[in-house]
């Protein structure tokens, strides 16, 4: 072979060497594509950009500062004396003055779901998640575990604040409620199975805001709420307490409630508003108790033309009386005044009014436009504390339990329906009272065998009784309860 033949064989091969090696760098790979700058993306790495969509980087904030609260309760039982047939519906009805259900306290484990607010450990959950609580066991998604103290809780709200001594927690700060629009989309935090998944991460739903300012009873606690959120993000027991977020990752309610036919979720859940949760923080925090406000104001509903002429409709709501010493009175605002707006919201009907006080705090301001004869005008004043009168300072204490005639005062705290007849207004730790199961608000109806419709009717009827038996009205409910000394 020439020796020129031989040097274009060499030539070649390496010529065709360095092709193949510019062109295995240069074509495009398997999974792969060029931008327009020729800058190779892993498309892998594009879609798992795409997964972490915002609810997902919600779920990662707010997750760590989501725990299981684990209680152990005392809550007042029935048995009856006797096993069937006297524990039959028909049975009872007929026999139940002979052979009565005999009630007692007994100790039982319920789990529910909190959030930290706060890195040296501030804890916000519902107040019927701790409620009658002996212990509170926190624990955190890291399966640190804490026991937990009560700064301070209120039924009205069913809100409690929880304390656990640690540093760094993990916590979220919580965001605004008040610009809530129905249709879009929020995430739910909570436990549902407590430890039964032997993980303590908590369980998270995706839905949206379904309607606002629903006003909900619960049917198995005599409760009230006002202004709540609905949404259809699954809520399930144990998700109480936990709270719902929107997609910039925003605390802006607390899981609270569910319509539910079954026990579980059925798309139907309440969620208190997290601004109405930040005023009974602050006034926890600050007083280690929810005071009680005064606004001073009887109101009842009105309609006709005057009505009319008033709000443009049928109906207005009209003082009808204003309490003497309060500050109501001294702002200027007289019986007969209609009221057209409070703070800016329009009050036309008793609802409106409800809505409305349902999450005044004492230290609030309220600003009243009212209607007086032809002339419109204007009245604040700032909410201040119900004080006891030295009317209600004369009571009787029997067995820790301090009672009261019922009187005017009394029905406004308590929200009574009597207008006569005893009422409960202190029980002290460690009484026969506690251990019975009673608390500030109840009327009781019957000691023993005797209709009790004053103090004195109560303290005799409970002087030498070796077994007590009370009936008495809680919210509407009657509660029979029975203690052997």
């Not at 890195?119 to 519902?126: F, L, M, Q």
Request: proline share 4%; no cysteine.
């Amino acid at each position: 072979m020439k020796r020129n033949n031989f040097l274009l064989i060499i030539i070649g091969v390496v010529i065709g060497f360095v092709a193949v090696q510019v062109y295995s760098m240069l074509r495009p790979r398997r999974g792969t594509f060029y931008y327009e700058d020729a800058r190779l993306v892993s498309l892998s790495d594009e879609i798992s950009s795409q997964r972490a969509n915002a609810i997902v980087v919600a779920a990662q904030r707010v997750s760590p500062s989501v725990v299981s609260i684990t209680v152990v309760q005392t809550k007042v039982v029935s048995a009856s004396p006797f096993y069937s047939p006297f524990t039959d519906d028909f049975f009872r009805d007929f026999f139940g003055d002979f052979f009565p259900e005999r009630y007692y306290r007994q100790p039982i484990r319920s789990l529910g779901t909190g959030l930290i607010i706060s890195p040296n450990g501030y804890i916000i959950t519902n107040e019927h998640v701790i409620s009658n609580a002996t212990r509170i066991h926190i624990t955190l998604p890291d399966s640190r575990q804490f026991e937990a103290s009560l700064v301070a809780s209120d039924i009205t709200h069913d809100l409690a604040l929880l304390k656990i001594d640690g540093a760094d927690l993990p916590f979220v700060e919580l965001g605004n409620s008040d610009g809530l629009m129905i249709g879009e989309w929020v995430v739910a935090f909570g436990n549902p199975f407590g430890f039964l998944l032997e993980d303590t991460r908590p369980t998270v739903t995706v839905g949206v805001v379904s309607a606002l300012n629903r006003s909900i009873k619960s049917t198995r606690e005599d409760r009230i709420y006002k202004n709540m959120i609905q949404t259809d993000a699954a809520i399930n027991p144990g998700n109480s307490g936990g709270p719902l977020v929107n997609v910039l990752g925003e605390v802006i309610g607390m899981n609270t409630a569910i319509f539910t036919s079954g026990g579980g979720s059925e798309g139907i859940g309440f969620a208190r508003p997290i601004n109405d949760v930040k005023k009974f923080i602050d006034e926890a925090r600050q007083h280690g108790r929810v005071r009680v406000p005064w606004i001073g104001l009887s109101i009842v509903e009105a309609d006709g033309d005057s009505a009319a002429s008033v709000h443009g409709s049928g109906r207005t709501v009209v003082v009808s009386a204003v309490d003497a010493e309060s500050a109501a009175r001294r702002a200027g605002i007289r019986d007969g005044d209609r009221i057209l707006n409070i703070n800016g919201r329009t009050i036309s009907r008793i609802t409106d009014w409800n809505r409305l006080i349902a999450n005044v705090y004492v230290g609030d301001k309220l600003d009243f436009s009212l209607r007086r004869n032809n002339d419109t005008i204007s009245a604040d004043f700032v909410v201040e504390e119900f004080k006891e009168t030295a009317l209600l300072k004369t009571r009787v204490v029997v067995y820790g339990m301090h009672v009261q005639d019922i009187n005017r005062e009394l029905m406004r705290k308590y929200g009574l329906a009597y207008s006569e007849g005893v009422v409960v207004t202190k029980v002290d730790p460690n009484s026969l009272g506690e251990r019975l199961g009673i608390t500030p608000g109840d009327v009781i109806l019957k000691v023993g065998e005797m209709r009790i419709r004053n103090k004195t009717d109560f303290q005799k009827a409970s002087t030498y009784q070796r077994d007590l038996n009370i009936i008495i009205d809680r919210n509407g409910r009657i509660v029979k309860l029975y203690l052997g000394l």
